[in-house]
C-alpha cells in the first residue's frame, strides 16, 4: 500500500491462554517481534517524516510570495 495513506500491519500468535508455557513463550514472542518491528521501521518512518516536515516547511516559507502566470511559448 505504498501510495495510501495509511497501511496495517499485523502478527498472529497462536496460544492457549490457559497454559502457563503457552503465554510465557507468546510473551517471549511478542517482546522479540515488536523488537523486531522497530528496528524494521523505525529508520524508514523517521525518513519519512522529516521529509513530509521539509516540504511543510518549504511550502509556509513560500506561502506569501506572490505567484504570476508565465505564458507558455
Known amino acids: 500500500m505504498d501510495d495510501?495513506?495509511?497501511s496495517r500491519i499485523?502478527?498472529?500468535h497462536p496460544l492457549d491462554l490457559d497454559d502457563e508455557?503457552?503465554?510465557q513463550?507468546?510473551?517471549e514472542w511478542a517482546v522479540?517481534?515488536?523488537i523486531?518491528?522497530?528496528?524494521?521501521l523505525n529508520?524508514?518512518?523517521?525518513s519519512a517524516a522529516n521529509t513530509?516536515?521539509?516540504s511543510a516547511i518549504t511550502r509556509e516559507d513560500f506561502a506569501d510570495v506572490p505567484t504570476r502566470e508565465v505564458p507558455l511559448p
Do not use: C, G, H, I
Open 32 to 34: 522479540t517481534t515488536l
Open 52 to 54: 513530509v516536515r521539509a
Open 4 to 6: 495510501k495513506r495509511a
Open 43 to 46: 529508520e524508514p518512518l523517521r
Open 36 to 40: 523486531a518491528m522497530y528496528d524494521a
Open 10 to 12: 499485523s502478527l498472529y
Open 21 to 23: 508455557q503457552q503465554r
Open 25 to 27: 513463550e507468546a510473551e
